[in-house]
Structure formats: structure tokens, C-alpha cells
């Protein structure tokens, strides 16, 4: 028996949700949503107590909210509960962080950090443990998701993380400009002679992506890219031979994104023909008719999982609660996901998502493409620091 390193057991549970995504479960979900459904998507218990405000940071795509939604999701809770929600929009998980520390986490009660931040939110020691007696949609999630939280997010006793959707970082690209198939799609095709100076991307995930495809083709084994998180010498041993490949492609490079927003109008306006994106901007063209579309590559999307935490000096804890409890239903999930073009994490959502949504998900995993889900690996302060400091000098080159 080969025993599993920490990183690859806490990945694991995310692969679990992932895999649950498949044909089969998008037909079997229909009968697990009317069970939840059955108990009231809109049920969020004691909400004329918990009426007055909650102020949030947030993702800024990751809370759809235009009127013509059919689920505007920040409108239907504020209808219901009467809580007025004052949102903070991020792009970046730095931004975020950044943010924090600026106030201590004063003028925010809940932020919303992504699953492998873990090591470094505990490290700033502004959250508050859930008190989960309050959670009372807790057994809404599909229960790799709650193992993923449980897997890194619990310290000193409590759990400090609960998720709020999923998605990848993947291949995206403009379908009028290029083919492309899923048996030959390489994180390696972004820097096709084809494709110069027109690829976007994101410093730190292009280098990865390089790291993945040099493992894949056997030019820098690397466990994966595991290896880079085992210690910084190991890391900048990996990170000193993707860099100097990045700078000789920086050509390459029509524009560095660094929103959902300028992800979309990259690919619209800005002659982009590829790049490494994440999924739901350019799955959300894709449903909106746009010549986009979006796939896993052989060496495995990147996946990752967004949550909420609670920050200490958050003054509006019950109307957190009653936050939580609405976006833990099937319903609100499915609206989430359906408006954002990220993927759920409630029992039963994805049979509410429309027919298209469903197709784009299929389309965008073909064959045994969540078998290959590369997970982020929670990362050690020091990691973010040095490869921040890789990133700056790609961009800067």
C-alpha cells in the first residue's frame, strides 16, 4: 500500500465532487432536488430576526445578480429575508488578502477565500470558526465537499471555510478562429507557433500549466507539480526551468487577464484566439452564443473550489448565517452556477441547470477528462510568496 501524502488526501474528496458531475448523476439529480426542494428552496429560518445588513467580499462573477436572470442572486435573498447585502467585489485571491490585512477584516463579515488558501488565511488569523449548530443547511452539500472543507479549513477545533461553488482553469478559445480536440489539447498548445501573439493568461497559472505539460511530456518530472509544494528549495528547482521557457514565449502573450471580465473581452475584442482561463466566462459566452468554447487538456484541468469564511471582526453574524443557509439550497446553487458558469456544490443543482448549461459541462469534460482533474494543492505562505515573485518576472519581462 502507497501511503498518500497530506496534499493528495485533501485533494481527493475534491475529485469525488467533480466526478459526481457525470451524465449519469445530471439525470439522477431531478429525484435528490425534489427532496430538496421539498423543504422550501427559499427557507431561511428566523429571517425577520436576522433583517438589517451583511457586508461581504466577494468574487466578483461568482454572485450573478442582473435583473434578467431568472435567478438574480443577491435580489431573491434581500426579497426574502429583507437583509440588505453590501458587497465588495475582488478578481484576485491577493486582492482579497491584501484587502484584509489593510482593515484587520473590519467592514467585512464575510470574505470569500478559495479552498487552497488555507495555510495562508490560518497564517493572517483573521476568521472566526462556524458554529456549526447554525449551519443548517449543512447537509445540503454533496459530501466530498464538506471533506474537502473539513480537510484543510478545520484548526484550534473549528471550521473556518464552507464551500460555494467549483470550477477549473482550463483551454478556452475563439471556435471561428481555430480548431481544436480534446485527444491532442495540451496546456503545451498555447505556445504553438500558430498561436503568437495572440495567447492570454494569467503569470503564475501559465507557469503552471507549463509545469504540467513539461511532466506530461516527460521534459521536467514533477509528480504532477506535487513536488513544487514539498519545500521552496524544490520548488525554485522546478520554477528556475519553467521561467526562462515562459520569458522566451512572452511573445506570445497578447494580454495578461486578471478578471472574469477582461478574460471575456479578451477573447471578444482584443484578438485573443487562445488561453488559460477559467471556465465561466468563457462557458457563459459559449451559452450566450458567442463563437467561444472551453475544454480540459490531456495533462488535467486545474480545478479549484470557492467558499465563505467568517472574519472576526464580523458585526452582522446572524445575517451571515441566514446568508449561508439560503445559499445552501438547490435552488440557489443551481442560480449560482447557472448565471456565473461555475459548477455547484448542493445535492440536487445541477438537475436544476438549463439544458445548455448541462451540454456546456459535458462538452467541456469529454471523455475521461475528470479522471484527470489537477486539484490545487494548499499553499504554504512561503509557496505564495516565491511564486508570486516567478510570476512578477514573466510579466516583467
Known sequence: ???????????????GAAKAF???????????????????????????????????????????????????????????????????????????????QATGGAGFDLCQPTRDRAPQFKDLDLLQPFDQKKLKNLGNIVPSFVDAARSVWEWDGGLHWLPHCWGSEA????????TLDYK????????????????????????????????????????????????????????DQLLPFAIAHKPWIKQFWDSADNTKSGLLQNDVVIGQTWDGPALNLKKAG?????????????????????????????QAYAWIEFLHTAEASAGVAEGSGYNPIITGADALLSDAAKKAFQEAYPGDALKKLWHRVPEPTWFAELRTQYADKFKAA
Open 184 to 239: 491532442t489539447l495540451s496546456f503545451g498548445t498555447l505556445w504553438e507557433d500558430k498561436y503568437k501573439g495572440h495567447v492570454q493568461g494569467r503569470p503564475h497559472s501559465l507557469l503552471l500549466g507549463i509545469g504540467l505539460w513539461m511532466d506530461h511530456t516527460g521534459k521536467l518530472p514533477s509528480n504532477r507539480m506535487q513536488d513544487a509544494f514539498k519545500d521552496e528549495d524544490s520548488m525554485k528547482k522546478i520554477y
Open 290 to 318: 458567442e463563437k467561444v468554447s472551453y475544454m480540459a487538456p490531456q495533462e488535467g484541468a486545474i480545478t479549484w473550489i470557492d467558499g465563505w469564511a467568517m472574519t472576526k471582526a464580523a458585526k452582522n453574524s446572524e
Open 171 to 178: 483551454i478556452s478559445w475563439r471556435t471561428d478562429k481555430t
Open 22 to 100: 457525470t451524465r449519469r448523476t445530471m439525470l439522477k439529480g431531478a429525484a435528490a432536488a425534489g427532496a430538496v426542494a421539498g423543504i422550501g428552496p427559499w427557507y431561511v429560518r428566523d429571517a425577520l430576526s436576522s433583517s438589517g445588513e451583511l457586508n461581504i467580499l466577494n468574487w466578483d462573477d461568482e454572485l450573478p445578480n442582473k435583473p434578467e436572470l431568472k435567478f438574480p442572486v443577491i435580489a431573491k435573498f434581500e426579497a426574502k429575508t429583507g437583509i440588505k447585502v453590501n458587497t465588495t467585489p475582488f478578481s484576485q485571491n491577493e486582492e482579497q488578502i491584501n484587502k484584509l
Open 1 to 15: 500500500m502507497v501511503k498518500k501524502t497530506p496534499a493528495q488526501r485533501s485533494t481527493a474528496a475534491t475529485l
